[in-house]
């Protein structure tokens, strides 16, 4: 079987130094929010080439309480309107609305998947405060256009990066675009850790230190408390995993992209619509391939085929949030292009893990597939 993603073998290629990070946690005595969080919060700064990262429990509450502080440092308020890309993962919408923001759904560019910068611009209203780029699949999103629109307008821009580490245009990665981007370290995601975790980034010291302390109940200083805040931290275990992980991620990243150009350059079926790329250096930094995403439009014809054949897939994803049962209001909203986006992808397996020989058994079933 081909699996869409072996968890354990990518971290049996680090066992070892997980585990001595692991002892000497266990080891000091001390399990939050110290040392380790302080070394993984520097290295993935310098990795991303930002002045700060604020780690948190997870991806979700990275947005959350990015969200959640700018209304505290007064630069949003109840009721203000949020663009999003209206095919995202859940998660994002999830952020807007536990601030009690307006969600501002968009339709997505049918070749990216990403924020188109022509709909943002139509989206954009006297209460709009704020864009919610997410770079979905592990590609970034047109960050020079989404910026260029914000700084014209004075919106805030915070980045969604939990499927994209690494990605980046003009040699500046995603989380040092926006004014913050929210990452998660979920154990599936290009830099996972061996359990839940999360971070902000940011370059605004003021941000920073707002988010410090809504992390920690709102409390900059011990016992005494600022703003009324939550317990979301990254704990020391989950830190020193990550900062091992960290050191790999590039060299992963690239075999991500090895795969993924293999894909492109020989899934050549007419009924399978690969990504858009044209493969030049500049583009070729784009995509961290999170996910490597096609679309049919018969896909449950084509998952079954693949998986009677033994190679598993998923699909990300199969319903859009304003067809969720969560949003009820939303669900006599159309989004046609959202909507024919989670009827036709499907996600064929890719890791830093997987070999060539299964990339080409895949490519051959996609080549026979009618
Ligand atoms: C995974 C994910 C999140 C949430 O991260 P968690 O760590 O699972 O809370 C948010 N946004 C996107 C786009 C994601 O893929």
């Known amino acids: 079987m081909i699996p869409f993603l072996d968890l354990k073998a990518i971290n049996a290629q680090y066992r070892q130094e997980l ?80 601030n009690k923001l307006k969600v501002v759904l968009v339709e997505p560019d049918l070749n990216t998947y990403n924020l188109c910068p022509q709909n943002v611009q139509k989206a954009i209203t006297e209460k709009t405060k704020a864009i919610l780029a997410v770079h979905l699949y592990g590609q970034i999103a047109p960050m ?46 290009n830099l996972g850790a061996l359990g839940d975790a999360g971070a902000i980034t940011t370059n605004d010291d003021e941000l920073a230190e707002m988010l410090k302390a809504l992390r920690n109940y709102g409390s ?11 317990n979301s931290r990254l704990d020391e275990i989950q830190a020193a995993m990550l900062d091992v992980k960290l050191a790999y ?13 293999i894909y492109l350059s020989k899934i050549k079926n007419p ?35 693949l998986s009677e054949n033994g190679v598993q897939t998923l699909i990300h994803y199969p319903i859009p949030p304003h067809k969720q049962q969560a949003y009820k209001e939303w669900n006599n909203l159309s989004f046609p292009i959202s909507e024919q986006i989670h009827q036709e992808v499907l996600s064929l397996p890719i890791s830093p893990t997987m070999t060539f020989d299964e990339a080409n058994r895949v490519i051959e079933l996609c080549n026979q597939f009618k």
């Open 19 to 98: 585990i001595n990070a692991c002892t000497d946690v266990i080891d000091s005595g001390w399990y939050i929010t110290g040392k380790y969080l302080e070394k993984f919060e520097q290295n993935f700064s310098k990795y991303c080439g930002v002045k700060h990262t604020i780690g948190v429990a997870n991806g979700l509450d990275a947005l959350i309480l990015t969200l959640r502080a700018w209304k505290e440092l007064g630069k949003l308020k109840e009721g203000d309107e949020v663009i999003v890309p209206a095919n995202t993962y859940i998660a994002s919408i999830l952020a807007i609305t536990e």
């Open 144 to 189: 020079p256009e989404i910026m260029n629109i914000a700084k014209e307008h004075n919106l805030l821009v915070l980045e969604d990066s939990a499927q994209a580490h690494g990605a980046e245009i003009d040699c500046k990665k995603v989380g040092n675009w926006g004014h913050a981007s929210g990452f998660s370290f979920y154990p599936g995601k």
């Open 220 to 230: 900059h200083k011990k016992y005494e408390n600022l703003v009324p805040g939550v």
């Open 249 to 261: 991620l590039d060299k992963e990243t690239e075999h991500r992209r090895k795969i993924a150009q």
């Open 271 to 305: 009924n399978i619509i690969l990504p858009l790329n044209d493969i030049n250096a500049e583009e070729y930094k784009q995509h961290v391939w999170h996910l490597f995403v096609v679309r049919c439009a018969n896909r449950s014809a084509l998952q079954a085929f």
